[in-house]
Structures are given as structure tokens and as C-alpha cells.
């Protein structure tokens, strides 16, 4: 069985701009870093049709080709991108221990360092037709996305603190916004509430919640439903904004490293380090504050620059030992 485990370095799970910065420090850094991209290679990126807010892109950048070209400057350096997805993991808890990841239920690796990159997922509603127009109207992001609505009418679904600051971020740069609440309540922040409340330019909707999404190609209006009264009514958009939630996914880490009770991994202080030593955790899968693509790779970053560290540190102590 030993001569079918792949003994590794520096091992990445998750190919976001978390994931390909912390490649390109690592390969740099010559840890000879191995990636593994899991089932959306590229992150959530890949789902947006363009990025304007990422520094170097004067002109901006879709999504997909912003992914493609952070994969070849990490293979530049000598990264080794895979195809395929980490289903469990054994990370140790000695200094120096050697951390067991299993790829795609079969394949076994040991690695040194282990860098954490899955990312999370936004949750959407879940409608045939917000599923078809993602990407053509619809978003999870109002920062990322809410520019290219400027002086136009949009809807914004959710009724928490995330949903209350998006849509007053959107309501200076809008027309109008409709604001979509499912209860007669908001969960956000009192503070966020009347903030709302006394933007003009937000229309709040209680008990509202959408029944289709309309429009072809891309958002041309939205079908309302009052869930008390089952009344509809249609209004014209050309952007919807869904800000339930995300998820991050973290769950085959579970009873292996510290969470916050929402799952998101925790770091120790400004580092990226988690309770395991050896295993460093970067991007959306720690961050639940900012979720940007500039942050994310800064994350990577610094999960390289730990994670090369404490390589050092290892070696050090082992040639002190010696």
C-alpha cells in the first residue's frame, strides 16, 4: 500500500484566486505545490461575465479568462493543477506530522502543508428561471456586480445585514431599488434597518418573496408574490440580487479544524493558520466579511508565505536534533 501514497510538499485544495496566488507563492518558493481544483475549477469566478474591480485590468476581465490566465502563471512557476476532488481528509496534530488526504474516494497523498482554498457557496432560491439568467441579471454580489446598473432599477432578495448593506450600496449607485423581505420582519442589524428605512430610493417589500424571474437572455423584470395575500405583481428590472447567505464548503473538515458555528474555518489572528499545524486555510472559506477576489488572493498569499515558513521551522528544528 506505501507505494500508492504520493508523498507531497505543499498540497492546495480549491483553484479560486485563493487557491492560484497561493500556488504561485508556493511554486515560487519552490514547495512544488500540487492543486486540486474540485468540481467548479476556477470558483465562483467562473460564473461572472465580468470583473472590473480586480487591480491590473484597466479594461476588465470576465470571470472564466481571469481563472485561465491565474492557472498558467501558477503552472509557469511549476504548479501541478489536477482535476479532481479531495473527499476526506486525516490531518495530524504533531508539528511536522504528516497530513492524509484521499482525492476522488481512491487516490491516497500525504502531504506536508496542506492550504485550504475550497471557497463557499452563495445560496440562491432555486427557481428554474434565476438559474437560467445568472450571469445575465442575476447575481450574488451586489459590491462585484452592482456597477454595471448604474442609474437603472434592480430588486434585491433578503432581509439580513448583508442584504440591508447591499442594497443601500446599490441605492447610491441605482435608480430604484425593490427590496424583497419573505417576513414582516428584517434580521439585520437595527442600525441597517433604519438605514434602509430612510433611503429614499429603496422600495422595502415585506412579506414578498419572487415567483419567476423574467426574461430571456438576460433580466428584463421580476414577478412578485405577497406570500400572506398571494397577490403577483410584475415590475420592470434589469438586475436581481440575491443576498440569502452563502455556504462555505467546509464540510469534509468537520471534527478535523476549528469553525465558527456558521462553518467558515477559523485562522489565528492575522495569520491563516488553523488548529492543525501545517494546515493553512485562505479566500471565501475563511472570510465571510469581505468575499472578493482581491482578498482572496491576498489570503493565498499569506497562507503561501505561512505555509513555506513552517516548512523552515521544521527543518531547522530537525537539523538542530541531528
Known amino acids: 500500500m506505501a507505494d500508492t501514497i504520493e508523498k507531497i510538499k505543499c498540497l492546495i485544495i480549491g483553484s479560486g484566486p485563493a487557491g492560484y496566488t497561493a500556488a504561485i507563492y508556493a511554486s515560487r518558493a519552490d514547495l512544488k505545490p500540487v492543486m486540486y481544483t474540485g468540481m467548479e475549477p476556477g470558483g ?16 476588465g476581465v470576465d470571470g472564466p479568462t481571469m481563472m485561465v490566465q491565474l492557472q498558467k502563471q501558477a503552472e509557469r512557476f511549476g504548479t501541478e493543477v489536477r482535476i479532481g476532488m ?8 504533531e508539528e511536522g506530522g504528516v497530513h492524509r488526504v484521499t482525492v476522488d474516494n481512491k487516490k491516497q497523498i500525504e502531504a506536508e502543508t496542506v492550504i485550504i482554498s475550497t471557497g463557499a457557496t452563495a445560496k440562491y432560491l432555486g427557481l428554474p428561471s434565476e438559474q437560467k439568467l445568472r450571469g445575465g441579471g442575476v447575481s450574488a454580489c451586489a459590491v462585484c456586480d452592482g456597477f454595471f446598473y448604474k442609474g437603472q432599477d434592480v430588486a434585491i432578495v433578503g432581509g439580513g445585514d448583508t442584504a440591508a448593506e447591499e442594497a ?28 434602509v428605512e430612510n433611503t429614499e430610493n ?17 433580466v428584463e423584470g421580476l414577478r412578485m408574490v405577497n406570500n400572506q395575500t398571494n397577490e403577483k405583481e410584475d415590475i420592470k428590472i ?8 452563502h455556504k462555505p464548503n467546509t464540510e469534509i473538515f468537520k471534527d478535523q479544524l476549528d469553525m465558527d458555528p456558521t462553518g467558515y474555518i477559523i485562522t489565528k489572528g492575522k495569520s491563516t493558520k488553523t488548529n492543525r499545524p501545517g494546515v493553512f486555510a485562505s479566500g471565501d472559506v475563511q472570510d465571510k466579511e469581505y468575499r472578493q477576489a482581491v482578498t482572496a488572493a491576498g489570503t493565498g498569499c499569506m497562507a503561501a508565505l505561512d505555509a513555506e515558513r513552517y516548512l523552515q521551522t521544521i527543518e531547522t528544528e530537525k537539523a538542530v536534533e541531528a
Do not use: W
Request: net charge negative; charged share 20%; aromatic share 10%.
Open 44 to 59: 465562483q469566478l467562473t460564473t461572472t461575465t465580468e470583473v472590473d474591480n480586480f487591480p491590473g485590468y484597466p479594461d
Open 86 to 93: 479531495v473527499t476526506a481528509v486525516d490531518f495530524s496534530n
Open 168 to 195: 443601500t450600496y446599490l441605492a447610491n449607485i441605482c435608480n430604484k431599488v425593490t427590496m424583497l423581505v419573505r417576513k414582516d420582519y428584517m434580521k439585520a442589524s437595527k442600525a441597517m434597518q433604519h438605514r
Open 202 to 218: 429603496i422600495d422595502l417589500r415585506y412579506n414578498t418573496e419572487v415567483d419567476e424571474v423574467l426574461g430571456e437572455q438576460v
Open 238 to 245: 434589469t438586475g436581481m440580487f440575491i443576498a440569502i447567505g
